[in-house]
């Protein structure tokens, strides 16, 4: 019987799957199309440029032995790069980002080292043709170095961030990762970088993108079988700004494919600059290898602004919206604001609606009824580690044994309780929620919730532990 692709495909495939792991072979090899034989030469067809790229990294030399056994010592691959599906194309594809920002920031040239005409690269690769793509940054143009104002608690941040968008992908700051709480500047900051990059270097791709868009996309793509387009899509970036990796926690897929763009980028000299709302030492659910990648760059904290800087703030935003307000008025909220710059811009803006409303003038008054509302309003945001040392404290138990195995009721309610308030108080997911307390899985801490919400209607006792506790983390 002569041989066909097919029948050598299926020959070389069945000695790749003995010799690697499931996955990997489910990953890289089942998208494979074998499409045609001549001599010694086969072709196969593969979804993208990294794809190839990673075969010839990874697999090449399998590939080898696979190719020979069946086809002999001149056994040749060809790879055929499959991209899309307007091959016929000439005109440069746009890839859109859904975005709800307008951007201004013109889209940018990419260069893609793909020929739609010519599609076969042949091994040793030569890289031939090159189509361009357009890939709006979803940069916002008003979060800008020069709105960003300086202060104690962000200068470290602010001139690794400015060192970095001097020269991006060029400084040892790679990555970049920026951090601190709720408000404090992250995304401006973040925004900034790009922004500058973009004036100083206009054909740098820049692209900004929440992680939680990008585990979107990335769980779309794996449903809508586009996953190695994904990969490739991120790998060509310049510099990728992903904002909030906090987010990644427990979503073990989505930080899987982060790491292996992650090193094809830092491989090819290209920036990342990341920013979370915490410190890598401090972040949970994240896999020791990408964490161990977040701290070969700089980690640079963002502080609560101390008081000269918060004055500074709103001046600043006072001068930009053309706004006159008295001193004293400006120091007052100054003084009373302290958590976060949020908080500040929010008293201003609301101060600011009020006036105009009303046809009132800024009074102190007016502050003080506004800044009150404010701090009322703003509950603080609690953490794991402080409901379970406030749930631990009511039960008179130390949190070792909260989170310890042991089945005794009174110790499994407290838990349970525990569980639920940080699914109703902070955004963990159910996972990292698990995690936290006593290494559970996600399972166990949906049914604490569940348990905790049928004996809070039917018990009365329980009722008064979660009212009281409740209490004791709202204040
Ligand atoms: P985070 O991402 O850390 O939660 P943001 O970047 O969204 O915080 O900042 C919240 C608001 O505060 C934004 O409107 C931002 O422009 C403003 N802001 C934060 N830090 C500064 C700063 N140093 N100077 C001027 N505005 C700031
Ligand atoms: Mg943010």
Known sequence: MSKTATSVWTECLSFIQDNIKQQAYKTWFEPIKPIKLSGEALTIQVPSKFFYEW??????????????????????????????????????????????????????????????????????????????????????????????????????????????ANKPGGTSFNPLLVYGGVGLGKTHIAHAIGVEIKDKYPDKTVLYISSEKFTQQYIDSVKGNTRNDFIHFYQ????????????????????????????????????????????????????????????????????????????????????????????????????????????????????????????????????????????KNTKREVSIDYIQKIVSNYFELDVATLQSKTRKRHIVQARQLAMYFAKRMTKASLASIGSQIGKRDHATVLHACKTVDNLTETDKQFRRYVDDITKKLTF
């Open 55 to 164: 075969l010839e990294e990874h697999y090449i030399k399998l590939l080898r032995v696979a190719l020979v056994k069946q086809l002999g010592d001149d056994a040749k691959l060809i790879y055929d790069v499959r991209m899309e599906n307007n091959y016929s194309s000439n005109n440069p594809h746009t890839v859109k980002f859904p975005s709800s920002n307008r951007n201004p920031i013109n889209p940018q040239g990419v260069t893609v080292p793909i020929d739609f005409n010519k599609r076969e690269l042949k091994n040793p690769f030569i890289i031939p043709g090159i189509q361009k793509v357009k890939i709006e940054s979803q940069l916002n143009p008003n979060y800008n170095f020069e709105s960003f104002v300086e202060g104690d608690s962000n200068r470290l941040a602010r001139s690794a961030s400015m060192a970095v």
């Open 236 to 375: 060509m970036i310049d510099v990728l700004i992903i904002d909030d990796v906090q987010f990644l926690s427990g979503k073990t897929g989505t930080q899987d494919v982060f790491f292996h763009i992650f090193n094809h980028l830092h491989q090819n000299g290209k920036q990342v600059i990341l920013t979370s709302d915490k410190a890598p030492v401090d972040m949970q659910d994240i896999e020791q290898r990408l964490l161990s990648r977040f701290k070969w760059g700089l980690s640079a904290e963002l502080q609560a602004p101390d008081y000269e800087t918060r004055v500074s703030i709103l001046e600043n935003k006072l001068y930009r919206d053309g706004v006159e307000m008295p001193n004293e008025i400006v120091q007052y909220i100054a003084k009373h604001i302290k958590s976060n710059v949020r908080e500040l811009e929010g008293v201003l803006i609301s101060m600011i609606a009020q006036a105009s409303f009303n046809r009132k003038e800024f009074t102190l008054s007016l502050t003080k009824q506004i800044v009150d509302k404010f701090v």
